[in-house]
């Protein structure tokens, strides 16, 4: 089955460490790659996606990922973190051809940003 | 302000009970879909919609009905809730399944109790 692994389940950090979060999917053809962020008590907005093109796709807030077809991999990067970016970040896939559409979704990391 | 409405934001029931979580959006996408949030398993897929009329079963689809009489809403329907439907839920939308313009935007969630 396809599926998303998220390989942190909890990170925390303090202000202007660099951030990695890695995210692997197990589906051989073409996909669409997300990363969501979830703030605390407030819905998912979109952080970046890769679509096609350049692997290295940068996104909002400074938040960058470097999609890697060989290893199915689409780690998140982020040079220098803040205590604003403490949330929760899923990492989401859309196997091209999938009828319904549907995300598939990792389980999620919560980011703790020490001040 | 292009947006994914849900009401009701938070909503305790009892068994038994039937209700229906409204989701609404005015940006003209054909695809809607719910997804359910459960701490550590991330987001799954429940029903999505196609189009005007189209739907179909996600990953979790039992106990839940949708219908899609108008472009704009895909309500969710519980006939019988139970409290193992406890859970955080968010409709999404998106223009297309397919291509450069299908990344989902999500509703506030709402945030359901069954005692």
């Known amino acids: 089955a396809q599926s998303v692994s998220q390989h942190n389940h909890h990170v925390i950090l303090s202000e202007a460490a660099s951030l990695e979060l890695g995210c692997n999917y197990s589906?051989?053809?073409?996909?669409?790659l997300f990363w969501y962020v979830q703030y605390p008590g407030q819905h998912l907005q979109l952080l970046l996606k890769?679509?096609?093109?350049?692997?290295l796709v940068k996104g909002i807030k400074g938040f960058e990922a470097e999609f890697i077809k060989s290893k199915f991999s689409f780690n998140l990067r982020k040079p220098s973190v803040q205590w604003s970016d403490t949330a929760e970040y899923f990492c989401?896939?859309?196997?091209?051809?999938?009828?319904?559409?549907?995300?598939?979704f990792g389980q999620g990391t919560e980011l703790s940003v020490k001040p | 302000e292009a947006q994914v409405t849900q009401n009701p934001r938070y909503l305790i029931t009892v068994t038994g009970k039937k209700l229906t979580v409204t989701c609404s959006q005015n940006?003209?996408?054909?695809?809607m879909s719910w997804y359910r949030q459960d701490p550590g398993l991330g987001l799954r897929q429940i029903y999505y919609s196609m189009n005007v009329e189209v739907t179909d079963k996600g990953d979790v689809p039992e106990g839940y009905k949708v219908s899609r009489k108008e472009k704009r809403n895909f309500p969710l329907i519980l006939e019988s809730p139970s409290p193992n439907q406890t859970s955080l839920y968010f409709c999404?939308?998106?223009?297309?399944?397919?291509?450069?313009?299908?990344?989902?935007?999500f509703g506030p969630g709402t945030r359901l109790t069954v005692l």
């Open positions: 589906y051989g053809g073409t996909v669409n």
């Open positions: 989401a896939v859309i196997p091209i051809y999938n009828q319904g559409g549907k995300l598939i």
């Open positions: 940006m003209n996408h054909e695809y």
């Open positions: 999404a939308s998106s223009l297309t399944t397919s291509g450069p313009y299908n990344e989902q935007f």
């Open positions: 890769y679509f096609s093109g350049d692997p």
